[in-house]
């Protein structure tokens, strides 16, 4: 079975959708966080940020590995270094790059070969999961979301303020909505859900409800 949930950065379904995952015993497939990585190694090896296939070759050669917590690049956990503000900048990158956004497609459709998987991004809904069985678009009103990857970030210790959080939030939700391909969309057929008001664990009982119905 194939579980989507999709979203605008903040919208609390990275949470909510690792605890559904081990809550079902399904596979977690986190798909911001193969960009991310794909970002930071295109960092690490210094890539021309404007030769699009030049990071296209890295994403070929790297080798992104994902369990359940951890992400792994080219063998070395790297699961805190892509959160940092800079590689959420970078990722752009990345996510803009089709040849890239193939490459990532192709390996999320291969983590997904014969395993119950909760994938969670941008585009699993329309893109790369057409035919999931259950579908959902999280989301909430900005300022809520700011304020939870504030929180975020602080606790991670960041130093950021309240207001460059939201504006650079507009930046990426408005990137992520116009990209043309795998593009920020909610599927025709995913359900709703505003979180705000919700507490985290609210959301996974309403997520692991929807999913438990049509199991
Ligand atoms: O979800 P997360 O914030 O980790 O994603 C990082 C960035 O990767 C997003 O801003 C988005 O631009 C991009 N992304 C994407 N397609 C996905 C998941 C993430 O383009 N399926």
């Known amino acids: 079975m194939i579980v989507t949930i999709d979203g605008p950065a903040g919208s609390g379904k990275s949470s909510a959708a690792r605890q559904l995952a081990r809550r079902l015993g399904f596979q977690f497939l986190d798909t911001g ?7 930071l190694a295109g960092q690490r090896e210094d890539v021309d940020w404007d030769a699009p296939d030049q990071l296209a070759q890295i994403a070929q050669k790297s080798q992104i590995e994902l369990s359940q917590d951890r992400i792994l690049l080219d063998g070395q956990d790297v699961t805190q270094e892509i959160r940092t503000v800079e590689i959420t900048q970078l990722t752009k990158y990345a996510a803009d790059n089709t040849q890239v956004r193939k490459i990532l497609v192709e390996a999320q459709r291969k983590f997904a070969e014969g395993q119950d998987v909760v994938a969670e991004g941008r585009d ?13 678009f999280l989301t909430a009103d900005e300022k809520v979301r700011a304020q939870r990857r504030f929180l975020d970030l602080v606790s991670r210790g960041e130093r950021v303020t309240l207001d460059s959080v939201l504006d650079n939030q507009r930046i990426r939700d408005q990137q992520d909505e116009e990209r043309r391909i795998g593009g920020l969309r909610k599927a025709d057929d995913s359900i709703e859900i505003h979180t705000n008001g919700m507490t985290p664990a609210q959301v996974v009982e309403r997520l692991e409800a929807l999913v438990r119905e049509r199991m």
């Open 33 to 39: 966080a193969m960009y991310r990585a794909v970002a």
């Open 124 to 136: 699993q809904a329309t893109v790369v999961f057409p035919q999931a069985q259950c579908k959902i």
